[in-house]
């Protein structure tokens, strides 16, 4: 098993400009999320799915879409990057919610212009 | 809001000795904890996870302790290796599908 997968691992953006971060697992989990995580901070929720066609809002959603259409994929949108968005983007996901672990891929680091 | 927060945001060890990294947490719904561990360049990875009606945990060279008096987990690393140095975030989780709330993070550097 690959486990949690994200691509890219690095991209600039310039303001204003749109991309996709991607995510894949290959582990049936059913809960998967994104975390932004900012230097001297942790991890802070972004978007999560409990399972494919359902999403909901994390701590920090404003600028950030998410769809659910298969059990492995949960792509995270910036529509209009700002500076702000500088950050790492983790995809993460477990097997039931509670109770099971988080499995984190490593990764994107995205830097705005 | 309520938060999970570490008391030290830097951990020097030396090699061999043992580490305790500690974090408090405030929610007093919280009722699963999960400690990881991100190295650089890294996603944070799995370390042991404790539920609330446990006091302590064992796994390998690793104990978490959790004090639900006075909202306090510790995580207790055995015979500290060069290898353990990194981040370590303690986390909450306090509905029932988990969305993990996540300190600060704590660095733990293993000196020779």
């Known amino acids: 098993n690959a486990g949690v997968t994200q691509t890219p691992k690095f991209q600039v953006l310039k303001t204003g400009q749109s991309m996709t971060l991607q995510c894949a697992q290959d582990m049936n989990h059913e809960y998967m999320s994104w975390y932004r995580q900012d230097p001297g901070m942790g991890l802070r929720l972004i978007h999560y799915?409990?399972?494919?066609?359902?999403?909901d809002q994390g701590e920090v959603p404003n600028g950030y879409n998410v769809s659910r259409s298969t059990t492995e994929d949960f792509p995270l949108r910036l529509l209009s990057a700002a500076p702000s968005q500088t950050s790492v983007y983790f995809c993460?996901?477990?097997?039931?919610?509670?109770?099971?672990?988080?499995?984190f891929g490593n990764g994107t680091r995205l830097t705005v212009t | 809001g309520e938060s999970v927060g570490l008391h030290l945001p830097t951990l020097s060890v030396q090699e061999g000795d043992n580490s305790i990294i500690n974090c408090a947490y405030s929610n007093s719904a919280s009722d699963y904890f999960i400690w990881y561990k991100q190295e650089s360049g890294k996603g944070p990875q799995f370390i042991i996870d404790i539920r609330s009606n446990m006091d302590k945990r064992q796994g390998q060279r690793v104990t978490v302790l959790l004090n639900k008096t006075v909202k306090h987990l510790s995580l207790q690393i055995a015979a500290t290796q060069p290898g353990d140095s990194a981040v370590y975030f303690c986390?909450?989780?306090?509905?029932?599908?988990?969305?993990?709330?996540f300190g600060a993070g704590t660095q733990v550097v293993v000196t020779p």
């Open positions: 986390a909450e989780a306090t509905d029932s599908w988990g969305k993990l709330q």
């Open positions: 799915s409990v399972g494919a066609g359902i999403t």
């Open positions: 993460a996901s477990s097997y039931k919610g509670k109770g099971s672990p988080l499995h």
